[in-house]
C-alpha cells in the first residue's frame, strides 16, 4: 500500500496557548518578538530577565498599564524551576553552553524547548505566519533557508483578501445554525460549497447567510445550480504582471476557458482539480460551451490575454452572456502604460534580447 502522506521534515501543530503560561528567557528585541507573537495567541509570557531592550520594555509597561495583562517581567535571570509547568520555553543566549544547560532544564522538567537562532537546541520551530485569523497559515523550510519561507510568506499574503478573516470568522458562528436550518448533509454540503465560493468575492455582507441558506436549502433545483463566469484580461501574458484579482478568480475557479496565447505560467495560479480548456477564436462555440457549464453550477474564468483581438472576441462573448441572464463579472489587465514601463525596466540593453502542454481542447475525447 503506498502511503498517503510523504515524508515531512516537521508535524506542523497549531497549539492552543490561550491562558497559558510560558517562559521567554532573554530581553532582547528577538526574545521581544517571540514574545510578542505568544501574547498574540492569548499566552500569559513570563520573562526572566534584568535588563530588557526597549522595544520589549515598552511592551511590558503598555501590558501593566492595561486591563489584560500578558506580560510580567521578573527582573532576574531564569530558574529551573521556573521552566516546570510552563507551555513553552523559549530562550535567547550568546553561548551554546548556556543554550544547553536551558535546554536541558526544559527537558528534564517535560516543557518543549526553542533556543533562538540555535537550531541544535530546539525542539519546535516558528514558521513564517500569514494571519487572517481564525485562518492562519504557517511556512516552514526546517530551518534551512528562513529567507525562503519569508518570501513565500509575502507570496501568499498577497494573494489572500484582507477579507478572509471576516469570512473566517462568519465561519466559526455559522455551524450550529446551518445544522439547526439545514437537516441533510447534502445540504450542508451544499452551503459549505456555496460559503467558499463567496469567500474570494469580497467582504461579506448582511445578506450572505440567509441568501446561503436559501441557495442551499433550494436542493437541486436549477436556481440553485446556476453558475457564474469571471473573464479575466491577463495583460501582456506576463505571469507575473496578472493584477491579485486575476490571481484570486483563477483560484476559485471549477473550469478555466483559456486562449491558445495564454502560457502554462498563468494558467498553474488556478487550482489542481480545475478543468482547464482551450477554447478557438469562434466566439458562438465558447459561449454555447459556457452556458452549458453555467447551467451545471460551475464557477468558470475566462482568461484570454488583453490584445485588441482577444478584447473583441470578450466583448463578443460578455454581450451574449449578459443578453442570456447569466451573472458575469470582469477583471482588467494592466495598463498600455503600464506595460511600457515594464518593458523599459526589463528591457536587455546593449542590442540584447529578452526572453520572451496547456489543457484540454473543445471536442475532444478526454
Known sequence: MNARVTDLAKLPVFWDLKGKRVVIAGGS??????????AACGAIVHIYAEELSGIFASLVDVSQASQRRRYIHHARPYTAADMKGASLAIGDFESEADADIFFNAGVAVGTPVNVIDKPAFCQFQFGSIVNRSPV?????????????????????EAILPASLQLWGQMAQGLRSKVNARLESGQARRRFWEGFVDRVFTGVPNSTALAELLADAAKGDSRVARVGKI?????????????????????????????????????????????????????????????????????????????????????????????????????????????????????????????????????????
Do not use: C, M
Open 136 to 156: 492562519i497559515v504557517s511556512i516552514s523550510t526546517d530551518g534551512a533557508a528562513p529567507v525562503l519561507a519569508q518570501a513565500i510568506r509575502r507570496r501568499i
Open 230 to 366: 469571471t473573464f479575466v484580461a491577463a495583460g501582456p501574458g506576463d505571469p507575473e504582471l496578472l493584477t491579485l484579482k486575476a490571481i484570486r478568480a483563477l483560484q476559485a475557479a471549477d473550469i478555466v476557458l483559456f486562449g491558445s496565447q495564454v502560457s502554462n505560467e498563468i494558467l498553474e495560479f488556478s487550482r489542481r482539480e480545475a478543468r482547464r480548456i482551450q477554447v478557438d477564436r469562434f466566439a458562438d462555440q465558447t459561449v454555447d460551451s459556457i452556458a452549458a457549464f453555467l447551467d451545471e453550477g460551475k464557477n468558470i474564468v475566462r482568461v484570454d490575454l488583453s490584445g485588441t483581438l482577444e478584447g473583441r472576441r470578450f466583448r463578443e462573448e460578455i454581450t451574449r452572456l449578459k443578453a442570456s441572464g447569466a451573472r458575469v463579472s470582469t477583471v482588467p489587465g494592466v495598463t498600455e502604460s503600464a506595460e511600457v514601463l515594464h518593458y523599459a525596466l526589463t528591457a536587455v540593453p546593449f542590442g540584447g534580447y529578452a526572453n520572451a502542454g496547456h489543457g484540454e481542447q473543445f471536442g475532444s475525447a478526454r
Open 29 to 38: 528585541d528577538a526574545a521581544a518578538w517571540k514574545a510578542e507573537l505568544l
